[in-house]
């Protein structure tokens, strides 16, 4: 009997291994999942801390200052840490302000870009020689600082402002001194200024002459403006539309006024439209006007013209003298065409001023005109801003600070002054052929070389003259 009841060795095995199974494979699998959990965390607290490391270092750790906040879950002390510090480090550098170097000097922005703040400068150092002018004292070689300009400009929200002097001609003087107010004007963006402020009177007039292709303005930059010179203390109004822009301005004397007199007052407006504007190219036709009221007694009513450049006072076109103007008018027209690397326009304007002299009264007039093309051979194109109709900065592609070549471009002018109506008024032309080298997109060299003529009725150097002038400029600008 007994040897009935005796388990057999396989059945005896067989319940064993259905009694142990689940507790064997549960024994397998929590190795495994608390490896993988572990692996896991392990991967969480490694990118929390690179995140960490990179938001510590900076915008110099080429990372995004504010990236987007994730959403971690801490499972442990640890990251719980992390993830507090990295929120505290983030909504710090989202409030912090933000700098930027593109235009050649610090510029400061408040986080939400709503206040701005940037120097601004420029120096250009000149040198000139004269030779060929049948006056041996005209002949000269020389060399001058031509501007030092220090200043700061920014915003706060829609109002902007500009500050700025110049020291030229061994004497300091306020240049831009103004604050803009930007609003719209029948559904346009437009712009108010009130200060002291460039006219915005032709192409080159309405340049700055740290982007002129020239050195110097062009003769009807020069020559066919108001008493009050380039500058004014006044009013501007600016209206912007998608190709074309207007402006309007009244305004006294430059704030350099000593404060002794009656100011001269201007009227003034301008006027461009862009029938091509696009990757094919761009066409600009523009035209400009003002009126004046002279203040009695008021001096430099007409300016000589100087035709060889600045340095040279003694290649001029004399206008002759002519007192007691009491009110004038000027009007210009301007035709500007670029195409790939080639840029060309003209310019013509007409100034007519009259008064009351010692012949009675009088009504004269003064001319000018120039034609002017250029060619960049590499590493730019023209820089020309065909919403404001002016010239602007050149980028360059591979700047001479960085290891390239910078850009280079060829050009021409021809100008032409006609002071032939006012009493013992001259004459007088150029011929301009140069180029420019761009270092980078602040500085650049300027050559060029002059071939001038003369006819003057009055001042030392009267009748025809004709010479060289080789022009050269170094020139920062930011």
Same mark, same amino acid.
Do not use: C
């Given at each position: ?120 400068? #420029?120096?250009?150092?000149?040198? /000139?020689? *004269?030779?060929?002018?049948? $006056?041996?004292? !005209? @002949?000269?070689? +020389? %060399?001058? =600082? ?54 915005? #009177?032709?192409?080159?007039?309405? /340049?700055? *002459?740290?982007?002129?292709? $020239?050195?110097? !303005? @062009?003769?009807? +930059? %020069?020559? =066919? ?12 109004e600016r209206v912007y539309g998608e190709d074309w822009h207007a402006s309007l301005s009244i305004a006294g004397n430059d704030l350099n006024n ?41 001096? +430099? ?77 590499? +590493? ?93 400029r170094f020139q920062l600008a930011f």
């Amino acid at each position: 009997m007994p040897s009935m009841f005796r388990p057999r060795p396989t059945l005896l095995a067989t319940a064993v291994g259905l009694l142990f199974a689940p507790s064997a494979a549960s024994a397998q699998t929590a190795p495994a999942a608390l490896e993988d959990l572990v692996r896991q965390q392990a991967e969480q607290i490694r990118r929390l801390e690179a995140r960490l490391s990179a938001l510590e270092a900076g915008p110099a750790s080429g990372v995004a200052a504010a990236p987007p906040a994730v959403d971690v879950r801490a499972t442990s002390d640890t990251e719980a840490v992390l993830a507090e510090r990295v929120a505290k480090i983030e909504a710090a550098q989202a409030k912090a302000p933000a700098v930027s170097w593109s235009k050649g000097a610090p510029q400061f922005a408040s986080a939400d870009g709503q206040i701005t703040f940037r120097p601004r400068g #420029r120096v250009f150092v000149d040198t /000139s020689s *004269t030779h060929g002018s049948g $006056f041996d004292a !005209r @002949n000269i070689t +020389g %060399t001058e =600082i031509r501007s030092v300009r220090m200043g700061f400009e920014g915003s706060y929200g829609a109002l902007g402002y500009a500050v700025e002097g110049d020291f030229a001609d061994n004497s300091v003087a306020w240049k831009s001194a103004y604050v803009t107010i930007g609003h719209t004007l029948f559904g346009r963006q437009a712009e108010l200024t009130v200060g002291n402020r460039l006219n915005d #009177r032709g192409i080159d007039g309405a /340049s700055g *002459t740290g982007n002129t292709p $020239f050195p110097d !303005r @062009n003769v009807v +930059g %020069t020559q =066919i403006v108001p008493q009050r010179g380039l500058f004014g203390v006044g009013l501007t109004e600016r209206v912007y539309g998608e190709d074309w822009h207007a402006s309007l301005s009244i305004a006294g004397n430059d704030l350099n006024n000593v404060g002794n007199s009656n100011d001269s007052m201007t009227l003034a407006g301008r006027a461009h439209w862009n029938p091509v504007k696009g990757a094919g190219g761009l066409l600009h036709l523009g035209a400009w006007g003002f009126y004046e009221d002279i203040a009695p007694g008021s001096s +430099g009513v007409f300016r000589s013209s100087a035709i060889a450049g600045h340095l040279n006072d003694l290649v001029k076109i004399a206008p002759g003298a002519l007192a007691g103007a009491d009110h004038g008018q000027g009007y210009g027209l301007e035709l500007l065409g670029v195409r790939g690397p080639f840029w060309g326009y003209g310019e013509w304007g007409r100034r007519e001023v009259a008064g009351f002299g010692g012949a009675g009264r009088f009504d004269v007039a003064h001319e000018a005109w120039a034609l002017s093309a250029g060619w960049f051979l590499s +590493g730019a194109s023209p820089a020309f801003a065909a919403r404001t109709g002016t010239w602007s900065r050149v980028k360059v592609a591979q700047p001479v600070t960085a290891g390239g070549p910078g850009a280079w471009e060829l050009k021409a002018r021809y100008e032409n002054v006609d002071y032939r109506e006012l009493p013992a008024g001259g004459t007088g032309d150029a011929l301009t052929v140069g180029v420019n080298w761009y270092l980078n997109d602040f500085s650049r060299v300027m050559l060029d070389a002059i071939r001038w003529e003369t006819d003057n009725r009055s001042g030392e150097y009267q009748g025809q003259d004709r010479g060289t002038t080789l022009n050269a400029r170094f020139q920062l600008a930011f």
